[in-house]
């Protein structure tokens, strides 16, 4: 199934232009497909008119008499969010890429085809329906918070080795036998007796035992 696009006709467009017959086109061109347009030709009247009732659309022109547009959309997107398209004679790499950084959605240079403007206009507005502002304050929260980052530190779970080292029993320490444990037999009775006893028995028993077996030892080999 096929799933349906959104309609984006009827909705309310601003267009700052300060010279009317381009602004005459425009607003003819948007018209015949539904939009409803007011033509504002300065940045200070478009500013003032979206504070009294906020447009689906903006269209700026960046050369005007009273100020210039990059100020127009920078106080666009801090007052009245809305989407903006500059339409401009500047076609230099340093206002395309300004205009998108401020917020503009698009960026068409002067002279323009009035077809290709609407359908710019239309894909805009489809893109803003699609993505109403309450899922992508969501979606904006949610990739700022990773899953697990808030989680309290009381119910995390701890590292393996952590809770291995918990349930492992202390490891008996051994003295080391007089001999230095040179001798197989000092060796083996200083691990039996770590094995049976606790820690303060096991350190005298291996004392004694490999102190005993290294003299036999020693005994043996003089005989």
Same mark, same amino acid.
């Given at each position: #199934? *096929?799933?349906?696009?959104?309609?984006?006709?009827?909705?309310?467009?601003?267009?700052? /232009? $300060?010279?009317? $017959?381009?602004?005459?086109?425009?607003?003819?061109? %948007?018209?015949?497909?539904?939009?409803?347009?007011?033509?504002?030709? &300065?940045?200070? +009247?478009?500013?003032?008119?979206?504070?009294?009732?906020?447009?689906?659309?903006?269209?700026?022109?960046?050369?005007?008499?009273? #100020?210039?547009? #990059?100020?127009?959309?920078? /106080? %666009?997107?801090?007052?009245?969010?809305?989407?903006? %398209?500059? %339409? *401009?004679?500047? !076609?230099?790499?340093?206002?395309?890429?300004?205009?998108? /950084?401020?917020?503009? $959605?698009?960026?068409?240079?002067?002279?323009?085809?009035?077809?290709?403007?609407?359908?710019?206009?239309?894909?805009?507005?489809?893109?803003? +329906?699609?993505?109403?502002?309450?899922?992508?304050?969501?979606?904006?929260?949610?990739?700022?918070?990773?899953?697990?980052?808030? #989680?309290?530190?009381?119910?995390?779970?701890?590292? @393996?080795?952590?809770?291995?080292?918990?349930?492992?029993?202390?490891? @008996?320490?051994?003295? @080391?036998?007089?001999?230095?444990?040179?001798?197989?037999?000092?060796?083996?009775?200083?691990?039996?007796? !770590?094995? &049976?006893? &606790?820690?303060?028995?096991?350190?005298? *028993?291996?004392?004694?035992?490999?102190?005993?077996?290294?003299?036999?030892?020693?005994?043996?080999?003089?005989?």
């Amino acid at each position: #199934m *096929t799933p349906q696009r959104a309609d984006p006709a009827g909705a309310k467009i601003f267009v700052l /232009e $300060d010279e009317p $017959d381009i602004a005459r086109l425009i607003c003819a061109s %948007l018209s015949e497909y539904g939009f409803h347009c007011e033509h504002l030709a &300065t940045g200070r +009247q478009l500013l003032a008119r979206a504070r009294q009732a906020a447009p689906e659309l903006c269209i700026v022109d960046l050369g005007l008499p009273d #100020m210039d547009g #990059m100020q127009v959309v920078r /106080e %666009l997107q801090d007052g009245s969010p809305c989407a903006v %398209l500059i %339409l *401009t004679g500047r !076609n230099d790499v340093t206002d395309r890429v300004l205009g998108l /950084e401020l917020g503009a $959605d698009d960026y068409i240079v002067k002279p323009f085809e009035p077809r290709e403007l609407v359908a710019r206009v239309r894909s805009i507005l489809r893109r803003y +329906q699609r993505a109403p502002p309450a899922e992508a304050a969501t979606s904006a929260s949610s990739r700022a918070s990773p899953a697990g980052a808030s #989680m309290p530190a009381a119910t995390r779970s701890p590292p @393996p080795t952590a809770a291995r080292s918990r349930c492992r029993p202390p490891r @008996p320490a051994c003295s @080391p036998p007089c001999c230095g444990g040179r001798t197989r037999s000092c060796r083996a009775s200083s691990c039996s007796a !770590n094995a &049976t006893s &606790t820690p303060s028995t096991a350190a005298s *028993t291996c004392a004694s035992r490999a102190c005993a077996a290294s003299s036999t030892t020693i005994r043996t080999t003089r005989g």
